[in-house]
């Protein structure tokens, strides 16, 4: 059994994994220290979450409440696309449901069989997330025994470095030791080529059993250390740049991040309670930084609260992610890209398989192994997901979009897109909102499933009719969002 664990690294991916190791393992003895260096810093970005963040919460058995004080955060219903499809068009992500099935057949088939009928509106629209988000309302789902009250779900936007902040008072409160100290290299057992110490450019010596590489982008441990291969996927993940730059926060709130494309990329905003955040993601091949700049600046919807924020990154990820005794968590295993917010998911779920698969014999190689299946499985999913998005544009005003477009795509992906496009197929191991983003992007298939005919059209029609009416009246008792924040004592003011 490991006994002494230090994690290398700070930001949300070293504090969560501190934080969730610490209530794991709060009664077997396990010995957490936490090296960080203030003069070094975080990225400082990463404010956007999905509903699991909920499940990681429950996990640390944070009073939800507390959280959205303490990070300023803003509960995130959706994902408003703009631009995606052809320049002109929005549509949403929703988190939960979009309808319900009908004599159990999906509701999209329903759906597309009345698609080009008036008074039928746009697909992510029969959804309680999608509807609630648009008009700035949020309500708990479970504070209601409404039948539409389970169909929807939330997520967070949260401010990066106040979530860090908290998850650390939590760790610490917890026994994790921190050390404030720089990293300077690491020494190797000369037998099983496992870490052994690290060294500080304090001159201190840092021994333990087991490590966690939490530096970001730099993968002191995985990459520096150990030589663990980075595959890139810039083949199909043409964006490789950001800018971040907040603005002064913008009322009333609306809960959902909106991601808008650009000639090259796209923009991202991010309201919080103090502030919005903002960044362009775009690929250098096709945009200057200038260029990117001034679009980002143009868009900006009031003045900026910082400098800009430039960073560089290629999408992949490590191969392995544990090797000998040291697991990447965060940046320093992989990032595909902003888009969909599912970077701190992937730090959520590899401690959740890290707390799994937890030595407990001096010969982890099987977990081990087990745990680089896992995350590989998981990262090749998000990311073909995010492809999609990419790759069923129709988009004539720029060369990025057309070379994405003509791009040839993952086995996986190019498969389950045919079987979308052919009938309306949806994977079942892809995400439950698939149908929406495919057919936010236009993505229309051809036929659709013949159970559906069984019931005449008028009475179809019928039945989405009285969906949207009852989702209306539902979503009408709802809160505006910012009554719902002021309830809980949030602080809706601008200060930092
Ligand atoms: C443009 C952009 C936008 C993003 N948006 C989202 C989003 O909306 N949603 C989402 O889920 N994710 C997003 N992400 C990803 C998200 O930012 C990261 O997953 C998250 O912040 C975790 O980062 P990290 O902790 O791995 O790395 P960092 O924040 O870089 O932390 C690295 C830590 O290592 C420490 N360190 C480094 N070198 C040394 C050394 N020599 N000695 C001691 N300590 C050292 C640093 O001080 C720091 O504490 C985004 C990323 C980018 C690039």
């Known amino acids: 059994m490991i006994r002494n664990l230090v994690i290398l690294g700070g930001g949300t991916a070293g504090w969560m994994a501190a934080a969730a190791l610490s209530q794991t393992f709060r ?27 909920r499940d990681f919460n429950r996990l640390l058995g944070i009073d939800e409440q507390e959280f959205i004080r303490e990070t300023r955060a803003t509960p995130k219903l959706a994902i408003k696309f703009s631009g995606w499809g052809r320049p002109e068009d929005h549509y949403f992500h929703p988190f939960g449901q979009v309808g319900h099935d009908i004599h159990a057949v999906d509701f999209h ?19 309680i997330a999608a509807e609630a988000a648009e ?45 404030e100290g720089k990293y300077l290299g690491a020494d190797r057992n000369p037998e099983t080529g496992n870490i052994a110490r690290l ?11 087991f490590f966690i590489d939490a530096t970001g982008f730099r993968a002191l441990l995985l990459n520096g250390v150990l ?15 950001a800018i971040a730059l907040p603005c002064s926060s913008a009322k009333p709130l609306k809960a959902f991040t909106h991601a808008t494309a650009h000639s090259a990329g796209w923009r991202w905003r991010i309201p919080l309670q103090h502030r919005v955040g903002n960044g362009s993601v775009y690929s250098s091949e096709y945009i200057s930084q200038e260029d990117a700049l ?24 490590r191969q392995e992610q544990w090797k000998h005794n040291c697991v990447g968590v965060g940046l320093s295993s992989g ?13 959520q779920f590899a401690i959740q398989k890290l707390i799994e698969y937890f030595p407990v014999s001096p010969d982890f190689s099987l977990t081990q192994t087990e745990f680089n299946l896992q995350l590989t499985k998981e990262y090749l999913r998000v990311r073909d997901f995010i492809i999609m998005h990419y790759a069923e544009n129709q988009r004539d005003d720029s060369v990025f979009w057309q070379d994405c477009r003509n791009m040839s795509l993952p086995e ?63 979503i009408s008792r709802f809160p505006k969002m910012d009554d719902w924040l002021l309830s809980l004592g949030a602080n809706l003011g601008a200060t930092k």
């Open 227 to 241: 030589d663990s291969q980075y595959e890139s996927w810039k083949e199909w993940l043409k964006c490789d740049s």
């Open 294 to 317: 001034d679009d980002l600046l143009k868009n900006l919807e009031s003045e900026p609260l910082a400098e800009p924020r430039y960073i560089s990154f290629l999408p992949g990820m």
């Open 109 to 127: 088939q329903y759906w597309l069989s009345l698609r080009n009928e008036a008074g039928i509106a746009e697909f992510s629209r029969y959804s």
């Open 27 to 53: 009664h077997d003895g396990l010995n957490i220290r936490l090296i960080e260096s203030d003069e070094i810093g975080t990225i400082g970005v990463g404010e956007s979450t999905i509903p699991a963040i």
């Open 335 to 347: 990032f595909l890209e902003p888009l969909e917010s599912t970077s701190i998911y992937l730090i």
């Open 412 to 474: 996986g992906l190019a498969y389950r897109q045919a079987m979308f496009r052919n009938a309306g197929i949806v994977d079942p191991t892809q995400y439950g909102v698939y149908a929406a983003v495919c057919l936010g992007q236009n993505l229309i298939p051809e036929f659709y499933d013949a159970r559906v005919n069984e019931m005449p059209a008028t009475e179809r029609k019928k039945i989405l009719q009285e969906i949207k009416l009852e989702q209306e009246a539902f």
């Open 135 to 179: 008009q700035g309302r949020f309500s708990l789902p479970s504070q209601s025994n409404n039948f539409w009250s389970p169909t929807f779900n939330y997520a967070f936007h949260f401010d990066a470095g106040l979530y860090a902040a908290y998850l650390r008072k939590y760790a610490q409160a917890r026994g994790v030791e921190r050390i």
């Open 199 to 209: 060294n500080l450019a304090s001159g201190a010596s840092i021994e333990a059993d």
